[in-house]
């Protein structure tokens, strides 16, 4: 994985710096013969997006087990990276009102937690991941930072949102309902009402009642390790734990990214999806994808958009072209009457 030289990058790179057209440089690829085994169609990818239950159940199992090895392997202090940009790039975490709450999905070892936690001293963050080390890698970061009532303002909990989806305490099946009621939707979702085998909700739900949902859900860089035929049903259960009004904030993997050539065409496990040796998967995104996955879920778009930054590798003086899509959706407000 690549996060150290991405963190490299980005310290240095104005994050909305366009430094190259993102067309031109599909253009180029595109022609490119080298690159002709990304852009084929992927044989059997309907019947494996028809998969059993049972072999969902295996894949999600396996996925996390990667993602947990994966942190143990990264479990030095040196492999974190803080991501100092992301206030500048979503100011709202920075200007929202007092005693704002905020999910971090898939935190990983806190590097999008620790900058949102120091520069909002009135936000509390919930941070879950699939990955039990991961959490652990999180809390030790944090704790490491000493940031003000860090203990008060910052939980975890273990969950893989693409499959049991989050907690009833982060927003129980009624406020969930009303909330769709009031926007005159249907309430569809097929969750069972009863208690699921979560850890002890954290912070402020210390009585384990509803804390009635976040303002803000962060995705970012975790989308992109979720199947693509399980994305759906993940950002289904973004948009219901948000307040209405509330944002999902979203970075990630974009299309032709130089992470995405890198791969071999026997680390394609989809269209545009990859797996790496280790087991952890990534997705590539184009705008169109994110936005049909987004708004088809019922979200509004705010912004989205390719940030291309370019940079020279000091070690060898190779140019690195990478690509990550910035979006801002909102969970539309609550129109009464
Ligand atoms: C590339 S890391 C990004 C971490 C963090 N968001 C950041 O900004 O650095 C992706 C994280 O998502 C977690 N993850 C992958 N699939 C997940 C799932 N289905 N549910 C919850 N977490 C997941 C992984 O364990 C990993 O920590």
Known sequence: MDSREEGQIMAAANYYSKDFEWDQLRQEIEKDSCFAHHLLPFPNQNT???????????SQQ?????????????????????????????????????????????????????????????ISLYAC????EALERAKENIEAANIN?????????????????????LICTSCRESF??????????????????????????????????????????TLSAVPLHRMSRAITECFS???PGGLLLFRDYGLYD??????????????????????????????????DLFCGTGFSELELEYCCVQSVNRRNGKIMRRVWIH?????PHVHLG
């Not at 991941?129 to 039990?132: V, Y």
């Not at 926007?183 to 804390?211: E, G």
């Not at 797996?275 to 936005?291: E, I, W």
């Not at 979006?327 to 969970?331: E, L, P, S």
């Open 258 to 291: 130089m992470t995405m050539l890198r791969f071999e065409p026997e680390q394609r496990v989809g269209y545009r999806e990859y797996m790496r040796s280790d087991g952890t998967r990534s997705y590539f995104f184009c705008l169109d994808n994110v936005r």
């Open 48 to 58: 494996q997006n028809q998969e059993t239950h049972l072999s969902s159940l295996c």
């Open 180 to 221: 769709f009621q009031k926007q005159n939707m249907c309430f569809t979702d097929a969750r069972s009402c009863s208690k699921q085998d979560f850890p002890d909700p954290p912070i402020s739900a210390k009585n384990n009642s509803c804390i009635g949902g976040v303002d803000f859900v962060t995705l970012i860089f």
């Open 129 to 132: 991941d699939c990955s039990k």
């Open 241 to 243: 734990v948000l307040k």
């Open 149 to 169: 009532l860090a203990k008060e303002r910052f939980s975890t909990f273990q969950c893989d949102f693409s499959a049991s989806g989050f907690p009833n305490w």
């Open 327 to 331: 979006g801002k959706f909102q969970k």
């Open 62 to 122: 396996e996925d996390s087990e990667a993602w947990n090895k994966f942190h143990t392997r990264h479990s030095t202090g040196k492999f974190f990276k803080e991501r100092r940009y992301l206030l500048k790039e979503f100011p709202e975490l920075a200007s929202c009102k007092e005693c704002s709450t905020v999910l971090e999905v898939g935190c990983g070892n806190g590097s999008t937690a620790l900058p949102i936690l120091r520069g909002n001293t009135s």
